[in-house]
């Protein structure tokens, strides 16, 4: 079996824009590290080889030609990658190959990710159609979220693919449209497991112990409750109870709201910038914190830095008004911190008992759980034990053995 997953999203620097590149990475590494022959299609660095091999995983960076001039990432110049992805990804890929490869006797499955991705599906089916060799390629294509969905001929895509997505909820929200699809959750990579750095977590910890150390890593999007945040952190000091919200955002329109917003409130914000990558850039950029409420952080968080955060925090705020599937909160747990999320996408948060799951947009809510957790030090312990717990079930293995694989023997019958 070769496995194709075709995604404008992907591991390089240049082609990480959110929660999809780290799917997107997970995914791809675990089937490979299952002994299948597995090839990533994505938009990849323009600086980079065009092809790499790293082990049973080949990397196929496309549309390199275009990205040399847009430098600002992936979705910069978004409308012209896609024609030409859509364009010349499935001709090579058929010709050069799957068709070799099934017509020497073997199988193959294509996941495609996102709208960007379904003039890529339908020209795909047609060549295979041409060729004869429709039936011996499984074609599935995956929502992530709603993004793009009225640019989708959806009657002409549920001809042209097996639709799936990452939870329950996605799948309810898309029964309108005249698809009913399979959904295969996301899931973890072996990264997110990793242990903290006791040092740095003892030198947050210690830096902050007496404050109440939240964290919110998210684009600066409406639906991300950003502002709810803010209303949070304000609730808080008025209790006296000394906040400082560790803030990470994006560079969207929204996040000037957010701090224009703290401020109106009578929150005392600062920007920091990471001197350094890693761990050391993050404490580097919170020694710099004197007083304020808020510290926004203006450079990019990495995989280690991000769970040294998650773990070292009271509670890691990943809640959003509408959900897809909540990968943050999930990879909270995983790095041992205490997850507030949603109520949406959020499947696998049990409330109290791996995870804070809010319901109401009213700031006391969160004030009013975790106060209640903080009652017991060993029920935050049983919490930050039950959320690692419960994202080992989720980590890419788990999934690919339990739900992927299983599902693929029951659409190939």
């Excluded at 790499?52 to 030609?65: D, F």
């Amino acid at each position: 079996m070769q496995f194709h997953i075709l995604s404008f999203e992907g591991p390089d620097p240049y082609s990480r824009a959110g929660g999809i590149a780290s799917r997107i990475s997970g995914l791809s590494q675990s089937l490979a590290d299952h002994g299948f022959e597995t090839h990533l299609w994505f938009v990849g660095d323009p600086d980079l080889p065009g092809h790499e091999q790293r082990g049973r995983l080949h990397l196929h960076r496309w549309c390199q030609w275009i990205s040399g001039y847009h430098p600002g990432g992936v979705y910069d110049g978004e409308e012209g990658k896609q024609t030409d992805y859509a364009a010349s990804l499935p001709p090579y890929l058929v010709n050069e190959v799957l068709l070799p490869h099934v017509r020497a006797g073997g199988r193959a499955l294509v996941m495609a990710e996102e709208w960007q991705t379904v003039n890529a599906v339908f020209h795909l089916d047609w060549l295979l159609r041409q060729a004869g060799e429709r039936s011996k390629a499984r074609i599935l294509w995956n929502a992530n979220n709603v993004f793009g969905f009225d640019r989708i001929d959806w009657p002409r895509l549920t001809e042209a693919a097996t639709v799936t997505t990452v939870s329950r909820y996605m799948k309810h929200l898309m029964w309108p449209l005249g698809t009913d699809p399979i959904v295969i959750p996301n899931g973890l990579s072996a990264d997110a497991f990793l242990p903290t750095d006791r040092q740095a977590t003892a030198a947050v910890r210690g830096r902050f112990s007496n404050r109440v150390v939240l964290t919110k890593v998210a684009r600066f999007d409406p639906d991300k409750r950003w502002l709810l945040a803010v209303e949070t952190v304000g609730e808080l000091k008025r209790r006296g109870l000394r906040p400082l919200l560790i803030a990470r955002g994006g560079v969207e329109p929204h996040g000037r709201e957010v701090l224009a917003a703290a401020a109106a409130g009578g929150l005392k914000v600062r920007e920091s910038h990471a001197g350094e990558p890693g761990v050391r850039g993050l404490l580097g950029a919170l020694d710099r914190v004197n007083g304020e409420d808020i510290v926004s952080l203006t450079s990019a968080l990495d995989p280690e830095a991000r769970r040294t955060l998650f773990h070292s925090v009271d509670a890691v705020l990943a809640n959003s008004g509408r959900e897809p599937f909540g990968l943050v909160g999930l990879e909270a747990m995983a790095a041992g911190g205490v997850a507030c999320t949603g109520c949406t996408g959020e499947e696998y948060a049990v409330p109290g008992r791996n995870a804070l799951v809010l319901q109401t947009s009213d700031p006391n809510e969160f004030v009013g759980l975790l106060a209640e957790l903080h009652r017991d030090h060993s029920s935050e312990q049983a919490m930050r034990l039950a959320g690692r717990a419960t994202a080992r079930e989720y980590a890419w293995p788990e999934v690919i053995r339990r739900n992927l694989l299983p599902r693929l023997k029951v659409l190939a019958v």
